[in-house]
Each structure stands twice: as C-alpha cells, then as structure tokens.
C-alpha cells in the first residue's frame, strides 16, 4: 500500500502527502553524497511514527520507511551527528489523563541502514513497520517537560542538552548511549512561569555557546559555566519561535517568531537587531540558514508559506566577486560582466506556496546545499531546490 | 488806324513790356509752358503776334459779318485799353510830382544841417583844449594823492599786523576761535613774506605762539568730547584751516566718534525688550552713527579743494578710514542685534519682531544713502533674511509641540473619563478628531498670518528679492507647512514601530483617531493647506516644490500602516486572552462542558466595543451578502468538522488519506486567508482583520495542545458560541465559518477520545449563556 503520492507541481521538485498534523522535522548526516540525507518525520497522535525518507537527488526518486515510535506522540527530533542510527526525541506521554513530554535518544533496527532503498511500493514496509529501539531516558521528574533535546554540533554524539520547562540540562552520554546522566545544568529565574519553547547549541567557539528562547525574550548561555551570557529582551513583539545560528558568521544568530518578523542579531550589541524582515503574514514557525551559503535563509511560517531570501548585506560571503581585468579584453564586455556582478541587495528569492496549512518545520539538506525540505500541518512535505540562476550566481 | 501802324505800336509796347520785365525780373522762363501757345502767330496776346498773318487768316476764314464782329469787337477792346492807359499815366504822374518835391525839400534841409555841423566841431575842439589844459595842471597833484593813498592802506594794514597779537590774544579770550583764525589767515602770509625784518618776525613769532596755544586749545576741546557733533566739526575745520595733518584729524575724529557710538552699543546691551532694544539701537547708534558720517563727509571728504590741500587727496583717503570705521562698528552691532534677535524664541507675537526688523532695516537704508558703497545695508538685509529663516524654524518647532501637546491631550482625554464613567469615552472619538484637527489646522493659520507679516507692503524688506521668492517658495510652503505635514506623518508613523516591540503602548484609540487624520488630510486637509498658503504668499515656483500628491500619498501611507496597526494591537489583545485560556487549561482532564467559557465572551464584548469604536470613525463598508439565517449556516459547517471527527476513531494508517483528503479538497475551494493583510479604511475590513487575526491565533494555540473528549466538546460550544456572534462583524461570513471550522478540526485531531457534541446540545448551551 502505498501512503505517499508523488504529485510533482509545477515549481517545486517534490511534493507529496504524509499523515495529517504533522510537525518534526530533521535532517540528519548522510554518509553518501550522492543521496541526499534521511528525513525524519513524525506523523500524529494516536500512532506516532518516524518516516524516514530517502531522496535520490539523481533519479528524484523517494524512499520512505516508517519506524513506530511506541512511546508517545513526537513533538521534537533530531540526529545524533556521530551515529546516523541514532536520534532524541521529545514525545507526549498520556498516563492517567496526565500529558507530560518526555525525552529519549533511540536507535533505529538495523535493517534501516541495510535495507533503505526499497522502492516505495514495496509493501512489506509498510505492513510491518519496526519499532525503535530505546537507549535510554533523558528524563528527570524534577525537571518538567522537555521542549527539545539538543545534539551537540558536530560532536561525538556523547553529549546532549534537553530544554525542559525552565531548566536547561547538559546530559553526558556513554558511547553506547544507553546511560545518560546529567553533568549540569541552568535555570531560568524570574517571575511568573518561565519556559523555554525553543533552543540551538551554537557550533561556534567549540560548542559552548548554547542559544534559548523564552517568550518574547533570546537568552545565551555559556556551557562550561552554565551561565547566561546575554539576554535580549523583547527580541521580538510576540513569542519567539525559533532559532538559527548563522554557521560561517560566529556571533550571528537568525530568530524568527509571532510578530511575523524575522530578525538578525548580532550578540555583540543586542540593542537592535541587524536586519529585520517582515515578509510573513503570520507567525514565523521555523528558520534555518543554509549550511554552507549562509546568505539563503528559508523560513516558514503559518501562513502556509515557505520563503526563501538572499540576505547578501549581512553574509559572511563578500559581494559578487574579484573581476580579474586581465581576463577581459574587451571593453562591451567588461561593462556588460561589471553589471552582471554588481552585488546583490537583500531580496526575497522566492515564495513557495504550495502548502495549503501552517508551514511547522523547514530545514536544508545536510548533503546537497541546494536542497530544502518543507512540512506542513496537513502532512505535505515539499522538497524545493534553490533557483539554479541563483546557484550559478552565487557559485560563479 | 492801319494795320501797319497797330503792329508798330504793338512792337513799342512789347519792347517796353520786355524791359520792365527784365526790370522786375521775370524771365522768359517762368511762362514756357505758354509759349508753346504763343508760339502761334495768330495769338493776339501772344509774343509773336503777326498781324499780317492774323489778318489773312480772319480774312480767309470768317464772313463778312463776322469780320464786322470782330472789328467792333477789337475796337471795343483797343477802346478799353487806352482808357486803362490813360488812367494808369495820371495816377503815375501824381506821384512823380510829389515825389520831386520831396527831394527838392530834402536838398534845403541838408545844407543847414552842414551849418550847424560845422559850428559843432569849433566847439569840440576848443573844449579838448581847455581839458588838456586842466589836466596839465592838475596831474602833479594827482601823483601824491595817489601815492598817499597807498601808504594810508599800507599803514592800515601795518597796524593790523601790529594789532594782530592783541586781536589774537582776545579772540583767544572771547574763544572766538573763528574769527582768530580768519584773522591769522589773512596776516600769515605777510608775515612769512617779511619775515628778515626784525619786528614782523617779533609778530610772526607772537602769531605763532598764540595759535599755538589756539590749536592746543582747539585740540583740548576736540579731544575732551563733551563738545556737541557741531562744535566739534567747527572744531575740525578750523585745525584743518591750521594746517593740521587730516589724516591725523580723520582718525582723532573717528576715534572720538567711536567712543561715544561704542557707549551706545554697551547701553544697548541691557536693554530686553525687542522693540525697544532696535528703537534705541536706531535712534541712538543708527542715527549718531548717521550723524557722523554726515558731519565726517562734510568735513573731509565733500569740501572744496584749495591750494596745497587738493593735492593730498584727502577725500580718498578720508572715504577709506571712514568704510573701515563704519564698517567695524557695524559688525560689532550686527552681531549685538543678531544675538538680540536669536534670544527672541517666543512665537507668541510675530508682529513685533517684524516690526523692529522693519525699523533695523528701514534705518539701515539712511546708512546707505549717506554711504553709497557701504557693505552695511546688504548685511543688515541678511541679517533680516536670517531673522526669517530662523523665525520659520521656530514656528515649525512649536507647531510640531504643539501637535504633540494636542496627542498628549487626546490621549489623556482617552484614558480619562474611561476611568471616570466608561461610557462617555468611545461617543466623545468623533470630538476628539474634529477638536483635534481644528486646533492643528487653527494653529497652522496663525502661524500662517504671523509668517505672512514678513511680506506685508507696508515692510521695507518685503520687496527684497528673497522674501517676494524663496521665502515664499521654499521658505513658508517647503519648510514650514510642507515640513509639518511630513512630520504628521512621520510621528504618526513612529506610532506604529515603537508600539510593535512594546506591545501597545500607544491606546488603540489614539492609533484609528490617528489614522482618520491622516486619511481626512489625504483626501481634504493637505490640499486645503497648500492651496491657502499659495494663495496667500502667492507663491511663485522657481524651483521645484514638493506636490500636493506627492504629500497626499504620505498622508495616505501613514494612514494604512496605523490603521494595520490598530488591526494588529486589537487582534493581538484578543489574541492574548484566547492564548492564555487554551495554553493554561488542562485539557484532557477539563469536565464537561455546561457553559461557554467566559473568554469567549469577553472576547465577543471586546470585538463589539471595538466595532462601535471603529464605527463612529469610519462608515461601515461593503460586506458580501450572507444568507438570510445565518445562524442555520452553522449546521453545514459543523457537518463537515462532524465528518472529518468521525473518521478520527478509525484512525489507523491507512486513513488519514482520506481525512487528508477531506481537508484538502475542502482547502482548494477556499480561499487562501491572509492574515495580516492590510485593511480598507471601512469598519468591516478593520473587524474583519482583527477576527482573523484571533482566530486564527485560536487555531495556532490549540493545534499544539493535547484535549480529552470534554475538551474538544468545549472548543466546540466555544466555537459555536463565536459562529453566533461574530458573522455579523465581518466582510465575509464564510471567513469565520471556515477558521471555526479549522479549529474544531484542528481540535479533534488533537483529541486523545474524539467524541463530539451533538449540534442540538451546543445549542442549547449557547443560547443559555
């Protein structure tokens, strides 16, 4: 039986539907360049699952398989960066009319890892989806519910952070994974009911950075001392949603939220953002800079729209690039080639609409920089590639 | 009489005829064109008359009874003609003889008249003799009395050289300075002339000595400055008369004259008033100042030259030291005015400014008639150009105090009397605006009729080509009122960032009372202002100005972005409230439902004050026509959301493919919603905006909570009691059906028991709350 239609649209490269309400979504490491990495979904409530999903970039063919996730609906994932058969979760358990979100790190069958490209009719997949296999619990009553588990970037995969509540906690992981034991961790102190919604682990100055959003307000913090460093107050008019570390640029961080802004921060002055947009007409659920050409930034947002932006002014490239005069003899074309290269202004390169729900989760491919995934609410999940005028220009 | 004998005759009297001619001097000329005619010879009055010829011819050619005729006919003619003669002959006679005695006459009276001449010269002879006689014996005596003559005057003035001293020395007393210089005058050059001579030297040397001490004295009362502006020029002349260096002179005087103006200056300094302060600058500086120049030019530069002193050209010399002087002094009171005038920042009366500009101004212009190439009028005129530009400035800084005083104002009469009876508040918006824009456009015509006192006719400097132009143009259109509009505008705007990052710290009152300004100013006020201030400065554009559109399209901007503005802050208000109760209910555990939750009543009164607040600023607009029972549209509705919930227990893998279908399909044939998006300037939009914006928040805050099967029958009562209440506010009723429709959705896939609410039973609860 098959579950996803293949429903090629005119601008985007894939589009196809999954279950209905579905919200995580990761990318994790591929070892192959030639494919592009694992996709981790979760679909909803009742019967939560990971999909994962293969894309080959070459033959745009989709693979898919479904791991059961026994525990509880999924409300966050993401990769171990060391071992690609491993990943944390953040999962809703309902016991006795009780609602408390959890986290744990899995590991998925092996025959994941052997059997991936199965073509996605193959039935047997579907029919029999396996269960994951559970490490171990990154779980401490006192410590209130986890928003998000937190792999360190680029790390050996030893060593995680849950947001849970208003604690951040740093776990130490054995090799195997299977004992996690805290080392420390930070509280957020203030009035009324502080919360973390979101969090990103800086891969900056050798990881220690740790960056967190609590209501309108980012916070960073030091994770060798498990101190708060900064603290912007009223980052954004509403809720902050989401958060980005710029990968090429160390103090520069990207933060999204439900003023429908998207705003740039460089933490060395967080009196006033660097940039800010205003593109959305709703709140901004997700941002993600491109890993390797941080001036694309995606984001998506509840208006169901995924917007891709070039913001050049602010990038860690320099605009256009050295003409070598030598190379050009020719007067017309030196002229003709200077206005080519002219820097580009900040500007929105496209706006995908083929969502018709809330756009939750947006993320690039960790494989191929030209590639991004978006996922929304009604289960439809779109793999769009940057225009290749765009590419070529920012290649050549 | 033959015919031999009348030809004959006739040749005579030609002759005769020809002589006189020639007498009188008529030539043959003046008649050619009659002899031509009279060529013939037939011509009886003609020159060349033949009478042989004309007499062949009568003969050939007439009868004899015409012959006869003839005959008659000329002696008739010949008869009249002799009598003509004789007549002539007699008058002419008469003359003659009286003439001849008149010159026989004449003969005897000349020949006495030789007597008498005669008997004349003896007599003149013998008188010329007698004269010479007289003067031969007189003449020795003429010699001494000549001679004495001449030693009385030179005596005479010996005594006046030898009197000079004492005369001097009283003058002296009698400080007849004038009289002893004239004296002195007159007795130098003699004095020099003579001075070998032991005693004129003893008077030259006493001369000296007393006018000496004369020009000392005359120094002393020119330097000791008590004297008038006359004594003292009296004074000038009569040491130039010395002899004195004028250079020296020109700059004692000028030094002097400096001292008493500079005294002026410092006596202005204490003074405050505006007015008085140029009234006594004028009367005191301006016209000692004129004073001097007069007294100076007529001392040194416009007296006639004479002698030694025309060829030191003290004129020139004199004219420059007196452009440095003035010039100096000038300045140091030009910046004591422009000083005096920038402490002048209270706009309250512009008419007294303008009117001590218009005296500075009007006295300066004495200066210049006095100095024709003095730099003084040209920078007092600057002076005065200054004056304005700053003026233009300050009213452009009060008006804009001024209209943030008014936003002050208003925003207190906003918060005021809500906190005192609540119900006068919203009715009193309409007030407000009109009070509010009467005031700001009343304040723009005063500052108008102030500014405009700059180019009355009665100002001097009015008809400088600055004030009939750029002042006009740029100054009063550009940087008064076009800037004033802009800042309007632009404060307007400010508004809306700085409220974004602190959560409405502006009253959402204020922001739609904002919003209708700036809409009314588009669409009325901008052009009006504009229009008057063209007419009444008759603006004439040499450069470019800013257009009225151009404006307009501001005014309009600011107007959309704080009306989206108000959309947000009364969609995030309500937003708020429904966020809170979704995120701090426990949903799996709530009961079941008996009431609708009092947000959501709340939040019906909320969206209800605000449509009577937005309703009594701006009309209702155009709605789409809904169905005539409206509240009977919610069966469909909640018919599909029922579907879509009966399918939720057979939730397995294979289902949501047709859920997920369900929705889509159901998404294709409705409209994308914007949320954000920007608003008309009609009620319904506005509502319509902040409808969507809650609910749609609604949706966003339950999708990320987990319900029990009384939680989703909640959200369902909850959602009927909005369907109730809400349709009525906005553009398109289908909007809120299909966001309602999405939350109970949403809802029900959020819920761990999906047992929905029979229709009938919400029913019942909604209307029982």
């Known amino acids: 039986m098959t579950e996803e239609e293949l429903i090629p649209t005119s601008s985007s490269l894939l589009s196809f539907s999954l279950f209905p309400c579905c919200r995580p979504l990761s990318v994790s490491l591929s070892r192959s360049p030639s494919l592009s990495p694992p996709l981790f979904l979760s679909p909803p409530l009742s019967f939560p699952q990971i999909h994962i999903i293969d894309f080959d970039d070459e033959n745009n063919i989709i693979s898919k398989s479904v791991l059961l996730h026994q525990a509880g609906e999924i409300w966050h994932i993401s990769a171990s960066p060391a071992d690609k058969a491993v990943l944390s979760t953040c999962y809703n358990k309902t016991s006795e009319s009780r609602v408390v979100t959890c986290g744990a790190v899995w590991r998925m069958p092996p025959e994941w890892e052997s059997g991936s490209h199965e073509s996605p009719d193959d039935p047997h997949n579907s029919h029999n989806p396996q269960n994951l296999e559970l490490l171990c619990h990154l779980d401490n009553s006192a410590h209130g519910n986890a928003s998000s588990v937190l792999w360190e970037p680029m790390g050996d995969g030893t060593r995680v952070i849950s947001l849970a509540d208003n604690h951040a906690l740093l776990w130490d992981l054995t090799e195997s994974s299977t004992q996690a034991t805290i080392s420390s961790s930070a509280t957020l102190e203030g009035k009324g009911q502080l919360k973390f919604t979101s969090g990103k682990w800086g891969p900056h100055h050798n990881c220690t950075q740790l960056a967190t959003a609590n209501d309108t307000a980012i916070r960073g913090w030091d994770l060798r001392t498990m101190s708060q460093i900064y603290c912007i107050e009223n980052a954004h008019g509403q809720l902050v949603r989401d958060l980005d570390f710029n990968p090429n640029k160390q103090y520069y961080l990207a933060s999204c939220g439900d003023d429908c802004k998207v705003k740039f921060w460089d933490v060395r002055n967080i009196n006033e953002p660097v940039k800010s947009l205003e593109e959305h007409s709703h709140w901004v659920w997700s941002v993600r800079y491109n890993h390797s050409h941080d001036q694309l930034v995606l984001t998506g947002s509840s208006d169901s729209r995924v917007i891709l932006s070039n913001m050049v002014s602010i990038s860690s490239e320099p605009f256009g690039h050295l003409v070598d005069d030598d190379d050009l003899s020719d007067g017309e074309d030196n002229h003709q080639y200077d206005k080519s290269k002219e820097p580009l202004q900040d500007s929105i390169i496209s706006t995908y609409e083929e969502h018709e729900d809330s756009v939750y989760a947006v993320e690039w491919s960790s494989a191929d920089p030209w590639l991004f995934a978006s996922l929304s609410y009604d289960g439809r999940l779109v793999i769009n590639r940057v225009p290749r005028a765009l590419k070529y220009h920012i290649l050549l | 009489m033959t015919v031999r004998s009348f030809s004959c005759r006739f040749a005579r009297k030609r002759r005769v005829h020809g002589m006189l001619k020639l007498y009188y001097g008529l030539n043959e000329e003046g008649k050619t064109v009659d002899q031509a005619e009279s060529m013939d010879p037939c011509d009886i009055n003609g020159p060349h008359f033949d009478p042989e010829v004309y007499l062949n011819k009568l003969r050939r050619e007439c009868s004899l009874g015409e012959l006869m005729d003839q005959e008659t006919c000329m002696v008739k003619q010949i008869r009249s003609l002799d009598s003509d003669m004789q007549t002539l002959v007699y008058e002419n006679y008469n003359k003659f003889i009286s003439a001849t005695d008149t010159i026989r006459k004449m003969k005897n009276d000349f020949k006495k008249m030789e007597d008498e001449m005669d008997c004349l010269s003896t007599n003149m002879a013998s008188i010329t003799d007698f004269s010479a006689r007289i003067s031969g014996t007189l003449q020795d005596q003429h010699a001494q009395i000549t001679k004495l003559s001449g030693v009385h005057t030179l005596l005479r003035k010996l005594q006046f050289l030898f009197e ?522 506005v509502l319509t905006g902040i409808i969507k914006i809650s609910l749609k928040t609604f949706l966003e805050c339950v999708r990320l909570r987990t319900f029990g099967r009384y939680g989703l029958q909640q959200i369902q009562v909850d959602c009927h009691y909005l369907q109730m209440y809400l349709w009525r506010f906005v553009s398109d009723e289908n909007l809120v059906h299909f966001l309602l429709d999405e939350i109970v959705g949403s809802t029900a896939h959020r819920c761990l028991d999906p047992a929905p609410m029979e229709q009938s039973v919400i029913e019942v609860i909604c209307e029982r709350g």
């Not at chain 2, 001075?195 to 002393?220: N, T, V």
């Not at chain 2, 003035?326 to 209270?346: G, N, P, W």
């Open chain 2, 164 to 685: 000079l001293p004492a005369r001097l020395n009283k003058c002296l007393e009698l400080q007849a300075y004038a009289q002893a210089v004239s004296s002195h005058r007159r007795a130098r050059c003699v004095l020099q002339q003579y001075s070998h001579m032991p005693s004129f030297r003893g008077i030259q040397d006493d001369c000296h000595a007393i006018m000496d001490k004369l020009a000392q004295e005359l120094r002393q009362k020119f330097r000791d400055g008590g004297s008038s502006a006359k004594d003292l020029s009296e004074c000038v002349e009569l040491l130039l008369q010395l002899d004195e260096p004028a250079e020296e002179l020109c700059d004692k005087f000028l030094s002097h004259a400096q001292s008493r103006l500079e005294a002026d200056l410092l006596g202005l300094e204490a003074e405050t008033d505006i007015l008085e302060f140029i009234d006594r600058g004028c009367n005191e500086f301006v016209s000692s100042l004129c004073l001097v120049i007069a007294s100076y030019q007529e001392l040194f530069v416009n007296r006639p030259q004479e002698g030694e002193l025309a060829s030191k050209n003290i004129p020139q010399m004199a004219i420059g030291k007196l452009h440095a002087f003035v010039d100096a002094l000038a300045t140091r009171y030009f910046s004591l005015v422009e000083r005096r005038i920038q402490e002048e920042k209270s706009v309250g009366d512009n008419s007294l400014l303008v009117r001590a500009l218009d005296r500075f101004h009007r006295r300066l212009q004495a200066v210049a008639k006095l100095l024709p190439g003095s730099a003084v009028p040209s920078q007092g005129t600057e002076i005065v150009v200054r004056a304005a530009r700053e003026r233009i400035k300050q009213y452009l800084a009060a008006l804009q105090s001024f209209y943030l005083n008014s936003l002050t104002d208003v925003r207190q009469a906003l918060a005021a009397p809500r906190l005192a009876t609540g119900k006068d508040a919203p009715a009193s918006l309409p007030e407000l605006l009109s009070t509010l824009s009467a005031s700001i456009l009343n304040q723009i015509k005063s500052v108008l009729a102030s500014v405009h006192l700059f180019t009355a006719k009665d100002i001097t400097f009015s008809n400088k080509p600055y004030f009939k132009g750029e002042f006009c143009s740029h100054g009063v259109r550009e940087s008064l009122v076009v800037n004033f509009i802009k800042f309007v505008c632009q404060s307007s705007r400010q508004f809306c960032e700085s409220a974004g990052d602190r959560g409405g710290s502006t009253p959402p009152a204020l922001l739609l009372l904002l919003s209708r300004l700036c809409l009314d100013y588009e669409t009325s006020t901008i052009t009006y202002i504009l229009t008057l201030t063209d007419e009444q400065f008759l603006v004439q554009h040499h450069s470019p100005v800013t257009a009225v559109t151009a404006l307009c399209g501001e005014a309009r901007e600011a107007a959309q972005k704080l009306l989206n503005h108000y959309v947000k802050v009364q969609g995030l208000i309500i937003s708020q409230m429904l966020r809170k109760s979704v995120e701090t209910r426990d949903w799996v555990n709530t009961i079941e439902p008996r009431n609708v939750r009092a947000v959501m009543k709340r939040v019906v009164e909320d969206t209800t004050s605000i449509d009577v607040q937005v309703g009594l600023l701006y009309e209702e607009g155009v709605r789409k026509a809904h169905s005539s029972d409206s509240s009977k549209r919610t069966f469909s509705v909640y018919s599909s959301s029922r579907q879509q919930t009966r399918y939720a227990p057979s939730y397995t893998p294979s289902a949501p493919m047709d859920t997920n279908l369900l929705s889509n399909i159901h998404k294709l044939f409705s409209e994308r919603v914007e949320i954000f998006s920007p608003v008309e300037f009609n009620k319904v939009s």
